[in-house]
Structures are given as structure tokens and as C-alpha cells.
């Protein structure tokens, strides 16, 4: 049986953050990493609705887990044509193993 990136972690994901601001500007998401590992995403936990209210304006809203990686609150995900943005990312410990827990909500199209 093979571990938990072989069985679980079957996607891929690109990862971008916006750069850090500038005379008060923000300038447009840039690639931050170009490969993670991630699960499908699944339905989140209502436990995570409770510990983050903002998350129930919102129609899609998943958990997956990824590999380790600088994924942060306020990056996007991006799999395959579909968007992330990551309102939670935690490390989540298994078998001697860190990964990470996202909790991310489902864009239908690119924030400009």
C-alpha cells in the first residue's frame, strides 16, 4: 500500500500571492510556486464554517490537503482551470509527516 502522497495527494496545484505592497498599491497575483501536491478537494467541515463565519457567504467552499509548501492565507490555488483562493492553511501532521489542511472556496473566474 503506498503512503499518503500516492494515494491522496494526486493533483497538482500552482500556487500565486499577491507581491507585497508598495506605496499602499498591491500589485496582480504573480506564480509563487510552481507545483504542489493536492488531494481532490472534498466538502468542508462545519466545524471550519463555526471557526471562520465569513465562509458561509459563500457557495463552494472545500478542504484538501496538500503537501508541504509556503501556502498561506490569501494565496490561490490554482487546479487544472479552477481557482483557490485559501482562507485557512495549517500544518496537519500524519505518520511522522507534515502536510498541509487548506480550506479554500471555489472561483468561477480570476480576480483581476
Do not use: C
Amino acid at each position: 500500500m503506498g503512503g499518503f502522497e500516492e494515494r491522496v495527494l494526486t493533483g497538482s496545484a500552482r500556487v500565486y500571492r499577491s507581491p507585497a505592497e508598495s506605496g499602499g498599491v498591491v500589485g496582480a497575483m504573480q506564480q509563487h510556486i510552481a507545483h504542489v501536491a493536492v488531494s481532490e478537494p472534498f466538502p468542508v467541515d462545519g466545524k471550519w464554517v463555526q471557526r471562520i463565519p465569513q465562509l458561509a457567504q459563500f457557495a463552494k467552499v472545500w478542504e484538501m490537503f496538500a503537501e508541504e509548501a509556503d501556502v498561506r492565507v490569501g494565496d490561490h490555488l490554482l487546479v487544472g482551470t479552477v481557482r483557490y483562493p485559501v482562507h485557512n492553511a495549517e500544518p496537519w501532521p500524519w505518520r511522522g509527516r507534515t502536510f498541509l489542511h487548506l480550506v479554500v472556496q471555489e472561483l468561477t473566474q480570476w480576480p483581476t
